[in-house]
């Protein structure tokens, strides 16, 4: 019984030991994107041709440095940058620069790919545990055994798709995330969006009817007002504060009802007003309120005061994951978002047109030049695996194409797949709280909605099986022995879901797609 007992010991630690080394590189701290490239180069030139290294594109540039490129690693079995015709799968990290955990995940995943490009053996995890099983539990305790991949192998898997990796498709955001300055931003949240920077002179002020079009001109009898940087050390919510001109061109105040109220309440309460009237507008120049202007929320302030103490700052960057052309700048049923989305100076901001940045555009050519049929887009922030649609609580995808013979919808094979997913993500304790209990749903946290996002417009434009993974709950930042002790873990538990995702996604066929 001893040597039975010893002889399956040997067999699953020599299982486990065979799928490599991967996740490692998170013990090294953070790693700028030129320290990446460098790494993905490295992983390339070792590969024996099974992965080849390309920029996508390049980012705009700032005053002071040119556009940085958007590496990527495209790994498969006699792999070539030209192959037009084979089944692709993306994976990107990073679209927002202070999500630092999913860069190191794109490196797990394209580590365990060459690691076992040649290995035949069913994938397993750091544990030993096989990836793609016939059965596991779900959300609700159920086994989840309806959707089994055929391929569990990554020698068949590179065989059969590629799989393009993006570990920082934001490098310009995300290398600003890490330096003083950025780690600061939004109150030690950390720097979001890209680092463009909008010239006042060539991006006039607009101003918004209630139900979101803008006014040819801004009405002269009505208050403008603007989101505000509160710029306080206390606890006041960012983005939830709003500075008004008054008719008196000299003064500005802080508006009223109080500073503590979301986004919704103050769309409400400015397009209710009635004694003065008021109107949002949003303009390049970012608009501030300083605490010690007032000791209250009334009193007026000189403009030329504020002028003097940085009132009009300009603002810069974009939310790439608010840019994309699907439902771009929704606004019905999204009174919420709507001052955030279109003020410059929010983290949130949807760019001045669809695909108006260059890294979502370059997303948008690499779509085209290439058989796409499935997408991961990782985000920290919960531990979450998000399916179509962001825009809309309600809007649920309602074809066919995923599904086939089963005459499943795309809804319900997106939930068995996110499902499945959660399942392995939640398998094992990593002995940190923040990483455990993922859970499968449409929408952030089942009620948060956001338009222009990406995988809303890859499954609504190119029908693409387009999942977004949040990797870390509430956390999007570290101290640099944090880093080193919690994103491997972080790494470890998200390789597992995307290589059963990829399993799967080898099953697709996208030149099956109308209009491919």
């Known amino acids: 019984m001893k040597k039975i007992l010893c002889i399956l010991l040997v067999v699953l630690f020599s299982a486990a030991s065979a799928q490599g080394s991967y996740c490692q590189n998170g013990n090294k701290g953070f790693k700028n994107s030129r320290i990446i490239r ?238 003065p009237e008021r109107v949002f507008c949003a303009s390049p120049r970012r608009r501030m309120w300083k605490a010690e202007w007032a000791p209250d929320d009334e009193t007026p302030v000189q403009i030329a005061k504020a002028k003097g103490d940085g009132y009009l700052k300009e603002a810069r960057g974009v939310d790439l994951n608010r840019n994309f052309q699907y439902q771009w700048d929704v606004v019905r049923g999204q009174e919420h978002l709507f001052i955030r989305s279109r003020s410059y100076g929010s983290r949130v901001f949807r760019g001045p047109h669809k695909l108006s940045e260059p890294e979502t555009m370059a997303m948008e050519q690499l779509i085209e030049q290439k058989n796409i049929v499935a997408l991961i887009d990782y985000h920290s922030g919960s531990t979450q695996v998000l399916y179509p649609y962001a825009y809309s609580t309600t809007a649920r995808p309602q074809e066919n194409f995923f599904g086939g013979k089963s005459g499943l919808t795309d809804l319900e094979i997106f939930r068995r797949i996110s499902e499945t997913i959660t399942a392995l993500l939640n398998r094992h304790d990593r002995g940190d709280k923040s990483i455990v209990n993922f859970t499968a749903a449409q929408n952030y946290n089942n009620s948060s909605v956001g338009s222009g996002v990406a995988r809303d417009c890859y499954y609504g434009t190119e029908k693409i099986a387009a999942l977004n993974i949040e990797v870390h709950d509430r956390r999007y930042t570290y101290e640099d022995e944090e880093f080193r002790k919690i994103v491997p873990e972080i790494c470890k538990t998200n390789v597992p879901g995307a290589l059963w995702f990829l399993f799967w996604a080898a099953g697709l066929d996208g030149s099956k797609v109308p209009g491919r």
């Open 38 to 275: 460098r790494y993905l180069e490295d992983l390339a030139a070792a590969s024996s041709g099974f992965a080849v290294v390309r920029s996508i594109g390049t980012t705009a540039g700032t005053e002071t440095e040119p556009g940085k490129p958007v590496t990527a690693i495209l790994i498969s079995k006699n792999v070539s940058w030209g192959n037009r015709e084979k089944p692709t799968v993306i994976i990107t990290g990073a679209i927002h620069g202070n999500e630092w955990a999913t860069p190191e995940v794109c490196i797990g995943i394209a580590e365990y790919l060459l690691h076992n490009r040649n290995n035949p053996e069913p994938a397993r995890d750091d544990k030993g545990a096989l990836i793609n099983q016939t059965a596991l539990s779900g959300d609700d305790g159920n086994e989840q055994h309806i959707i089994v991949p055929s391929i569990n192998s990554v020698k068949q898997l590179l065989s059969t798709i590629q799989v393009l990796i993006i570990p920082v498709l934001n490098p310009e955001g995300y290398d600003f995330s890490y330096l003083p300055k950025g780690r600061a931003s939004y109150y030690d949240a950390g720097w979001r969006e890209n680092r463009r920077l909008y010239d006042p002179a060539k991006n006039d002020t607009i101003c918004y009817r209630q139900n979101g079009e803008p006014f040819v001109r801004p009405p002269e009898n009505a208050e403008h007002c603007f989101l505000s940087d509160y710029n306080d050390d206390g606890e006041i919510e960012e983005e939830a504060v709003l500075v008004c001109e008054t008719r008196d061109p000299d003064e500005i105040y802080l508006f009223q009802p109080a500073l503590s109220v979301v986004s919704k309440e103050i769309f409400r309460a400015i397009y209710d007003s009635q004694n």
